[in-house]
Protein backbone atom coordinates (compact mmCIF):
# COMPACT_ATOMS: atom_id res chain seq x y z
CA UNK A 1 0.00 0.00 0.00
CA UNK A 2 1.67 3.32 -1.14
CA UNK A 3 2.18 6.23 1.42
CA UNK A 4 -0.63 8.21 -0.92
CA UNK A 5 -3.41 5.45 -0.43
CA UNK A 6 -2.51 5.81 3.05
CA UNK A 7 -3.13 9.64 3.10
CA UNK A 8 -6.23 9.35 1.24
CA UNK A 9 -7.85 6.84 3.63
CA UNK A 10 -7.21 9.06 6.41
CA UNK A 11 -8.27 12.36 4.85
CA UNK A 12 -11.38 9.83 4.31
CA UNK A 13 -11.54 9.27 7.95
CA UNK A 14 -11.00 13.09 8.76
CA UNK A 15 -13.66 13.98 6.63
CA UNK A 16 -15.90 11.50 8.21
CA UNK A 17 -15.85 12.56 12.06
CA UNK A 18 -15.67 16.45 11.31
CA UNK A 19 -19.82 17.13 11.00
CA UNK A 20 -21.14 20.39 11.29
CA UNK A 21 -20.96 19.62 15.18
CA UNK A 22 -17.25 19.15 15.62
CA UNK A 23 -17.17 22.63 14.09
CA UNK A 24 -19.27 24.64 15.98
CA UNK A 25 -19.14 22.77 19.78
CA UNK A 26 -15.57 23.45 20.06
CA UNK A 27 -15.91 27.23 19.99
CA UNK A 28 -18.05 27.25 22.67
CA UNK A 29 -15.67 25.27 24.65
CA UNK A 30 -13.11 27.74 24.03
CA UNK A 31 -14.52 30.47 24.57
CA UNK A 32 -15.88 29.56 27.92
CA UNK A 33 -12.44 28.05 28.75
CA UNK A 34 -10.71 31.26 28.36
CA UNK A 35 -7.06 30.98 29.38
CA UNK A 36 -7.69 27.83 30.23
CA UNK A 37 -7.92 26.86 27.15
CA UNK A 38 -5.23 24.23 26.42
CA UNK A 39 -6.21 22.63 29.69
CA UNK A 40 -9.30 21.95 28.46
CA UNK A 41 -8.24 21.03 25.49
CA UNK A 42 -6.28 18.72 26.42
CA UNK A 43 -9.11 16.83 28.06
CA UNK A 44 -11.38 16.95 25.10
CA UNK A 45 -9.19 15.79 23.10
CA UNK A 46 -8.26 12.67 25.11
CA UNK A 47 -11.68 11.91 25.61
CA UNK A 48 -13.48 12.79 21.92
CA UNK A 49 -10.17 11.83 19.76
CA UNK A 50 -8.98 8.96 21.93
CA UNK A 51 -11.92 6.88 22.14
CA UNK A 52 -13.01 7.42 18.38
CA UNK A 53 -9.43 5.93 17.57
CA UNK A 54 -10.14 2.95 19.97
CA UNK A 55 -13.18 2.10 18.47
CA UNK A 56 -11.66 2.31 14.89
CA UNK A 57 -9.26 -0.23 16.24
CA UNK A 58 -11.29 -2.33 18.15
CA UNK A 59 -13.52 -2.88 14.98
CA UNK A 60 -10.41 -3.35 12.76
CA UNK A 61 -8.65 -6.17 15.42
CA UNK A 62 -12.20 -7.68 15.56
CA UNK A 63 -13.01 -7.53 11.46
CA UNK A 64 -16.99 -7.01 11.83
CA UNK A 65 -18.73 -5.07 14.89
CA UNK A 66 -20.56 -7.90 15.91
CA UNK A 67 -17.40 -9.32 17.11
CA UNK A 68 -17.56 -6.38 19.92
CA UNK A 69 -20.76 -8.06 21.04
CA UNK A 70 -20.10 -11.93 21.12
CA UNK A 71 -20.04 -11.78 24.55
CA UNK A 72 -23.43 -10.88 25.19
CA UNK A 73 -26.56 -12.89 24.28
CA UNK A 74 -26.88 -13.35 20.53
CA UNK A 75 -30.26 -11.35 20.11
CA UNK A 76 -29.41 -7.96 22.87
CA UNK A 77 -25.94 -8.09 20.54
CA UNK A 78 -27.87 -7.77 16.81
CA UNK A 79 -30.19 -5.50 19.21
CA UNK A 80 -27.55 -3.57 19.95
CA UNK A 81 -26.28 -2.95 16.38
CA UNK A 82 -29.37 -2.37 15.33
CA UNK A 83 -30.29 0.23 17.48
CA UNK A 84 -27.20 1.78 17.19
CA UNK A 85 -27.39 2.16 13.41
CA UNK A 86 -30.49 3.04 13.36
CA UNK A 87 -30.07 6.17 15.89
CA UNK A 88 -26.61 7.69 14.31
CA UNK A 89 -28.40 6.91 11.03
CA UNK A 90 -31.47 8.00 9.37
CA UNK A 91 -32.84 8.54 13.50
CA UNK A 92 -30.84 11.38 13.87
CA UNK A 93 -27.33 12.10 13.05
CA UNK A 94 -27.67 11.63 9.33
CA UNK A 95 -30.89 14.33 9.34
CA UNK A 96 -29.26 16.45 11.46
CA UNK A 97 -26.11 16.80 8.49
CA UNK A 98 -28.78 18.16 6.46
CA UNK A 99 -30.92 19.91 8.73
CA UNK A 100 -27.64 21.71 10.27
CA UNK A 101 -26.14 22.45 6.37
CA UNK A 102 -28.94 23.89 5.96
CA UNK A 103 -29.94 26.32 8.62
CA UNK A 104 -26.17 27.60 8.99
CA UNK A 105 -24.76 27.25 5.66
CA UNK A 106 -27.46 28.04 3.32
CA UNK A 107 -30.34 29.55 5.35
CA UNK A 108 -28.27 33.07 6.36
CA UNK A 109 -28.17 33.86 2.78
CA UNK A 110 -32.20 34.20 2.32
CA UNK A 111 -33.94 36.55 4.15
CA UNK A 112 -37.29 34.75 4.54
CA UNK A 113 -37.12 31.01 4.79
CA UNK A 114 -39.97 28.86 3.14
CA UNK A 115 -40.47 25.72 4.24
CA UNK A 116 -40.17 23.91 1.27
CA UNK A 117 -36.51 25.58 1.11
CA UNK A 118 -35.27 22.76 3.25
CA UNK A 119 -37.31 19.84 1.69
CA UNK A 120 -35.77 21.22 -2.23
CA UNK A 121 -32.21 21.28 -0.20
CA UNK A 122 -32.85 17.88 1.49
CA UNK A 123 -33.64 16.07 -1.52
CA UNK A 124 -30.55 17.52 -4.03
CA UNK A 125 -28.40 16.89 -0.37
CA UNK A 126 -29.16 13.23 -0.12
CA UNK A 127 -29.45 12.76 -3.85
CA UNK A 128 -25.69 13.48 -3.73
CA UNK A 129 -25.27 11.31 -0.56
CA UNK A 130 -26.82 8.41 -2.39
CA UNK A 131 -25.20 9.26 -5.43
CA UNK A 132 -21.30 8.96 -4.03
CA UNK A 133 -22.59 6.03 -1.70
CA UNK A 134 -24.26 3.70 -4.17
CA UNK A 135 -20.08 2.21 -5.11
CA UNK A 136 -18.42 2.22 -1.67
CA UNK A 137 -15.09 0.92 -3.25
CA UNK A 138 -14.93 5.17 -4.70
CA UNK A 139 -15.32 6.37 -1.28
CA UNK A 140 -11.51 7.00 -1.03
CA UNK A 141 -11.14 9.01 -4.26
CA UNK A 142 -14.56 10.63 -3.74
CA UNK A 143 -13.76 11.76 -0.22
CA UNK A 144 -10.32 11.43 0.43
CA UNK A 145 -9.22 12.47 -2.82
CA UNK A 146 -11.39 15.07 -3.25
CA UNK A 147 -13.68 16.64 -0.73
CA UNK A 148 -11.27 16.65 1.91
CA UNK A 149 -9.02 18.75 0.50
CA UNK A 150 -11.64 20.97 -0.66
CA UNK A 151 -12.59 21.10 2.98
CA UNK A 152 -9.26 21.46 4.52
CA UNK A 153 -8.11 24.15 2.51
CA UNK A 154 -11.17 26.22 3.13
CA UNK A 155 -10.36 25.59 6.78
CA UNK A 156 -6.60 26.79 6.98
CA UNK A 157 -7.77 30.25 5.08
CA UNK A 158 -9.78 30.52 8.27
CA UNK A 159 -7.01 30.05 10.55
CA UNK A 160 -4.46 31.65 8.52
CA UNK A 161 -6.73 35.12 8.53
CA UNK A 162 -7.09 34.64 11.97
CA UNK A 163 -3.30 33.95 13.00
CA UNK A 164 -2.73 37.16 10.60
CA UNK A 165 -5.56 39.53 12.04
CA UNK A 166 -4.49 41.12 15.82
CA UNK A 167 -7.08 39.57 17.84
CA UNK A 168 -7.87 39.83 21.56
CA UNK A 169 -6.21 37.74 24.36
CA UNK A 170 -8.08 35.08 26.16
CA UNK A 171 -9.75 35.98 28.76
CA UNK A 172 -11.05 34.93 32.16
CA UNK A 173 -12.51 31.20 32.33
CA UNK A 174 -15.97 30.71 32.95
CA UNK A 175 -18.34 27.82 34.82
CA UNK A 176 -16.19 24.61 35.82
CA UNK A 177 -13.33 25.97 33.38
CA UNK A 178 -11.88 27.87 36.26
CA UNK A 179 -11.74 24.84 38.55
CA UNK A 180 -11.18 21.88 36.64
CA UNK A 181 -10.68 22.69 33.21
CA UNK A 182 -9.31 19.34 32.55
CA UNK A 183 -11.84 17.77 33.83
CA UNK A 184 -14.81 19.59 32.13
CA UNK A 185 -13.06 19.17 28.80
CA UNK A 186 -13.01 15.69 29.10
CA UNK A 187 -16.50 15.83 29.81
CA UNK A 188 -17.18 17.80 26.81
CA UNK A 189 -15.61 15.45 24.69
CA UNK A 190 -17.30 12.50 26.03
CA UNK A 191 -20.57 14.62 25.33
CA UNK A 192 -20.36 14.73 21.67
CA UNK A 193 -20.53 11.08 21.72
CA UNK A 194 -18.32 10.63 18.22
CA UNK A 195 -17.38 6.98 19.68
CA UNK A 196 -20.52 5.86 18.02
CA UNK A 197 -19.83 7.03 14.90
CA UNK A 198 -16.16 5.71 15.07
CA UNK A 199 -18.24 2.07 15.75
CA UNK A 200 -19.82 2.29 12.28
CA UNK A 201 -17.04 4.27 10.14
CA UNK A 202 -14.30 1.23 11.47
CA UNK A 203 -15.60 -1.26 9.16
CA UNK A 204 -15.87 1.22 6.16
CA UNK A 205 -12.30 2.47 7.06
CA UNK A 206 -10.96 -1.32 7.11
CA UNK A 207 -13.21 -2.42 3.79
CA UNK A 208 -11.50 0.76 2.17
CA UNK A 209 -7.98 -0.43 2.78
CA UNK A 210 -8.94 -3.90 1.52
CA UNK A 211 -10.37 -2.12 -1.75
CA UNK A 212 -6.61 -0.33 -2.38
CA UNK A 213 -5.55 -4.03 -2.81
CA UNK A 214 -4.42 -5.51 0.81
CA UNK A 215 -5.44 -8.87 1.57
CA UNK A 216 -3.28 -9.80 4.87
CA UNK A 217 -5.69 -9.46 7.96
CA UNK A 218 -2.31 -7.91 9.66
CA UNK A 219 -1.53 -6.02 6.76
CA UNK A 220 -5.50 -4.72 7.15
CA UNK A 221 -5.23 -3.81 10.68
CA UNK A 222 -1.66 -2.10 10.83
CA UNK A 223 -2.80 0.09 7.70
CA UNK A 224 -6.43 1.01 9.57
CA UNK A 225 -4.32 1.85 12.43
CA UNK A 226 -2.06 4.18 10.86
CA UNK A 227 -5.02 6.02 8.91
CA UNK A 228 -6.83 6.91 11.67
CA UNK A 229 -3.58 8.20 13.81
CA UNK A 230 -3.16 10.48 10.98
CA UNK A 231 -6.59 11.27 10.64
CA UNK A 232 -6.60 12.20 15.16
CA UNK A 233 -3.86 14.17 14.23
CA UNK A 234 -5.68 16.28 11.87
CA UNK A 235 -8.34 16.20 13.81
CA UNK A 236 -6.28 16.86 17.43
CA UNK A 237 -5.40 20.28 15.01
CA UNK A 238 -8.59 21.20 13.38
CA UNK A 239 -10.23 21.45 17.26
CA UNK A 240 -6.70 23.32 18.25
CA UNK A 241 -7.53 26.25 16.09
CA UNK A 242 -11.54 26.27 16.87
CA UNK A 243 -10.92 26.21 20.76
CA UNK A 244 -8.24 28.99 19.98
CA UNK A 245 -10.93 30.82 18.02
CA UNK A 246 -13.67 30.61 20.53
CA UNK A 247 -11.21 31.19 23.73
CA UNK A 248 -10.44 34.93 21.64
CA UNK A 249 -14.10 35.82 20.39
CA UNK A 250 -15.67 37.35 23.43
CA UNK A 251 -15.47 40.77 21.73
CA UNK A 252 -16.46 39.70 18.24
CA UNK A 253 -19.61 37.37 19.57
CA UNK A 254 -20.46 38.74 22.66
CA UNK A 255 -23.36 36.63 24.57
CA UNK A 256 -23.02 33.98 22.21
CA UNK A 257 -25.25 30.92 22.87
CA UNK A 258 -23.81 27.95 20.32
CA UNK A 259 -20.61 27.76 18.73
CA UNK A 260 -22.21 27.77 15.44
CA UNK A 261 -22.91 32.23 16.35
CA UNK A 262 -19.06 32.33 17.16
CA UNK A 263 -18.11 30.90 14.38
CA UNK A 264 -20.04 32.60 11.68
CA UNK A 265 -19.26 36.15 13.54
CA UNK A 266 -15.82 35.85 13.48
CA UNK A 267 -15.32 34.71 10.22
CA UNK A 268 -17.43 37.64 9.12
CA UNK A 269 -15.35 39.91 11.25
CA UNK A 270 -12.75 38.20 9.42
CA UNK A 271 -14.02 38.34 6.09
CA UNK A 272 -17.03 39.61 5.53
CA UNK A 273 -19.33 38.04 3.29
CA UNK A 274 -16.48 36.49 1.23
CA UNK A 275 -15.55 34.59 4.48
CA UNK A 276 -19.41 33.76 5.36
CA UNK A 277 -19.66 32.31 1.49
CA UNK A 278 -16.30 30.27 2.80
CA UNK A 279 -18.12 29.07 6.15
CA UNK A 280 -20.46 27.91 4.05
CA UNK A 281 -19.07 25.83 1.99
CA UNK A 282 -17.00 23.90 5.03
CA UNK A 283 -20.48 23.68 6.89
CA UNK A 284 -21.83 22.01 3.74
CA UNK A 285 -18.98 19.58 2.57
CA UNK A 286 -18.48 18.67 6.28
CA UNK A 287 -21.92 17.55 6.82
CA UNK A 288 -21.90 15.84 3.06
CA UNK A 289 -19.12 13.59 3.99
CA UNK A 290 -20.14 12.50 7.36
CA UNK A 291 -23.75 12.06 6.14
CA UNK A 292 -21.65 9.59 3.11
CA UNK A 293 -19.71 7.69 5.49
CA UNK A 294 -22.81 7.46 7.95
CA UNK A 295 -24.82 6.15 5.38
CA UNK A 296 -22.55 4.01 3.71
CA UNK A 297 -21.77 2.33 7.17
CA UNK A 298 -25.56 1.70 7.64
CA UNK A 299 -25.94 0.63 4.36
CA UNK A 300 -23.22 -2.35 4.68
CA UNK A 301 -24.21 -3.14 8.26
CA UNK A 302 -27.86 -3.30 7.25
CA UNK A 303 -26.81 -5.39 3.77
CA UNK A 304 -24.51 -8.08 5.77
CA UNK A 305 -27.00 -8.32 8.63
CA UNK A 306 -29.96 -9.04 6.10
CA UNK A 307 -28.81 -9.97 2.72
CA UNK A 308 -32.09 -10.60 0.81
CA UNK A 309 -32.03 -6.98 -0.32
CA UNK A 310 -28.84 -5.36 -2.14
CA UNK A 311 -26.42 -2.61 -0.98
CA UNK A 312 -27.89 -0.50 -3.05
CA UNK A 313 -31.58 -0.92 -1.63
CA UNK A 314 -29.99 -0.17 1.92
CA UNK A 315 -28.30 3.35 0.70
CA UNK A 316 -31.37 4.32 -1.15
CA UNK A 317 -34.13 3.87 1.92
CA UNK A 318 -31.87 5.09 4.39
CA UNK A 319 -31.36 7.96 2.35
CA UNK A 320 -34.56 8.49 1.41
CA UNK A 321 -35.45 8.17 5.58
CA UNK A 322 -33.32 10.53 6.94
CA UNK A 323 -34.60 13.14 4.03
CA UNK A 324 -37.86 12.36 5.31
CA UNK A 325 -36.93 12.70 8.65
CA UNK A 326 -35.11 15.66 7.73
CA UNK A 327 -38.09 17.89 7.08
CA UNK A 328 -41.02 16.31 9.32
CA UNK A 329 -40.32 15.64 12.71
CA UNK A 330 -36.85 16.31 13.46
CA UNK A 331 -37.33 18.18 16.37
CA UNK A 332 -39.65 14.93 18.14
CA UNK A 333 -37.25 12.25 16.69
CA UNK A 334 -34.01 14.27 18.58
CA UNK A 335 -35.94 13.92 21.56
CA UNK A 336 -36.88 10.74 21.26
CA UNK A 337 -33.56 9.64 20.11
CA UNK A 338 -31.77 11.04 22.65
CA UNK A 339 -32.55 8.86 25.53
CA UNK A 340 -31.38 5.95 23.71
CA UNK A 341 -27.85 7.27 22.46
CA UNK A 342 -27.65 8.68 26.43
CA UNK A 343 -28.24 4.40 27.00
CA UNK A 344 -26.05 3.12 23.81
CA UNK A 345 -23.27 5.24 24.60
CA UNK A 346 -21.54 4.18 27.49
CA UNK A 347 -22.19 0.26 26.99
CA UNK A 348 -20.43 1.45 23.57
CA UNK A 349 -17.38 2.40 25.10
CA UNK A 350 -16.96 -0.25 27.73
CA UNK A 351 -17.35 -2.57 24.73
CA UNK A 352 -14.58 -1.09 22.76
CA UNK A 353 -12.26 -0.61 26.04
CA UNK A 354 -12.91 -4.36 26.84
CA UNK A 355 -12.22 -5.12 22.96
CA UNK A 356 -8.52 -3.13 23.61
CA UNK A 357 -8.11 -4.81 27.34
CA UNK A 358 -8.03 -8.01 25.47
CA UNK A 359 -5.34 -7.64 23.58
CA UNK A 360 -3.37 -8.06 26.99
CA UNK A 361 -5.48 -9.35 29.54
CA UNK A 362 -7.55 -12.55 30.36
CA UNK A 363 -11.19 -11.04 30.46
CA UNK A 364 -13.66 -13.32 31.39
CA UNK A 365 -17.09 -13.71 29.65
CA UNK A 366 -18.89 -13.12 32.75
CA UNK A 367 -17.23 -10.18 33.54
CA UNK A 368 -18.25 -8.55 30.37
CA UNK A 369 -21.55 -9.52 31.14
CA UNK A 370 -22.18 -8.36 34.80
CA UNK A 371 -19.91 -5.07 34.01
CA UNK A 372 -22.14 -4.20 31.13
CA UNK A 373 -25.40 -4.96 32.60
CA UNK A 374 -24.47 -2.42 35.40
CA UNK A 375 -23.06 0.13 33.20
CA UNK A 376 -26.07 0.07 31.03
CA UNK A 377 -28.82 -0.10 34.24
CA UNK A 378 -27.25 2.99 35.28
CA UNK A 379 -27.00 4.96 31.65
CA UNK A 380 -30.67 4.04 31.07
CA UNK A 381 -31.68 5.91 34.19
CA UNK A 382 -29.51 8.96 32.68
CA UNK A 383 -31.56 8.73 29.91
CA UNK A 384 -34.89 8.68 31.42
CA UNK A 385 -33.54 11.37 33.66
CA UNK A 386 -32.71 13.51 30.84
CA UNK A 387 -36.62 12.77 29.69
CA UNK A 388 -38.16 13.40 33.10
CA UNK A 389 -39.46 9.69 33.23
CA UNK A 390 -37.14 8.70 36.19
CA UNK A 391 -39.59 8.61 39.75
CA UNK A 392 -37.89 10.90 42.15
CA UNK A 393 -36.95 8.05 44.24
CA UNK A 394 -34.45 6.58 42.04
CA UNK A 395 -33.46 10.06 40.63
CA UNK A 396 -32.03 10.91 44.28
CA UNK A 397 -30.34 7.64 44.39
CA UNK A 398 -28.67 8.05 41.07
CA UNK A 399 -27.42 11.41 41.74
CA UNK A 400 -25.48 10.66 44.95
CA UNK A 401 -23.34 8.71 42.31
CA UNK A 402 -19.85 10.43 41.50
CA UNK A 403 -20.52 12.61 37.69
CA UNK A 404 -24.07 11.73 37.36
CA UNK A 405 -24.74 15.29 37.05
CA UNK A 406 -22.16 15.26 34.20
CA UNK A 407 -23.89 12.62 32.58
CA UNK A 408 -21.03 10.05 33.66
CA UNK A 409 -22.56 8.66 36.94
CA UNK A 410 -21.86 4.81 35.32
CA UNK A 411 -18.35 5.64 35.17
CA UNK A 412 -17.35 4.95 38.81
CA UNK A 413 -19.93 1.72 39.62
CA UNK A 414 -18.89 0.38 36.19
CA UNK A 415 -15.16 0.11 36.82
CA UNK A 416 -15.83 -1.24 40.48
CA UNK A 417 -18.16 -3.63 38.90
CA UNK A 418 -15.24 -4.88 36.56
CA UNK A 419 -12.55 -4.79 39.08
CA UNK A 420 -14.83 -6.50 41.74
CA UNK A 421 -15.69 -9.24 38.75
CA UNK A 422 -12.56 -9.62 36.84
CA UNK A 423 -11.31 -10.26 40.65
CA UNK A 424 -13.73 -13.34 41.65
CA UNK A 425 -13.51 -14.65 38.44
CA UNK A 426 -9.85 -14.78 38.38
CA UNK A 427 -10.16 -16.67 42.13
CA UNK A 428 -12.41 -19.27 40.87
CA UNK A 429 -10.25 -20.29 38.20
CA UNK A 430 -7.98 -21.02 39.87
CA UNK A 431 -7.20 -24.64 40.30
CA UNK A 432 -8.10 -25.32 44.29
CA UNK A 433 -5.60 -27.06 46.18
CA UNK A 434 -6.51 -30.80 47.67
CA UNK A 435 -5.20 -30.98 51.75
CA UNK A 436 -3.48 -33.66 52.48
Given amino acids: MQKNDILAVALMTFAFFL ?31 GLSLLAIIAIALQGSPNALTRDLPPRIGMLFWVAVYVVIGPAFAVPRTAVV ?24 FFSIVIWLSIFPGKLVTIVGR ?20 PHEAPGIPWNDYTSHPVIEGMIQGYLTMDTLGALAFGIVIASSVKGLGVKRREDVVKYTIIASVIAGVFLCLVYFGLFYLGATSRTIAPGATNGAQILSAYVYHLLGSGGLLALTAVIVLACLTTAIGVTTACGDYFHHQFQRASY ?26 LPVVVALYPVSIALVLFSIARSFITIPRTTVVVTVAVIFVISTSDSFSTIGLLPDWLLTTFSRLPLFSSGVGWLVPGVATFLVAWVICQFLSQPRRLGR
Fill in 312 to 337: QFWIVLLASLSALVANVGLETLISLS
Fill in 146 to 165: ILTPLLVGLLMAIYLCMLLT
Fill in 101 to 124: AFETGIAPWFGQVEPWYLTAFSII
Fill in 19 to 49: GAGNLVFPPMAGQQSGENLWWALIGFLAIDV
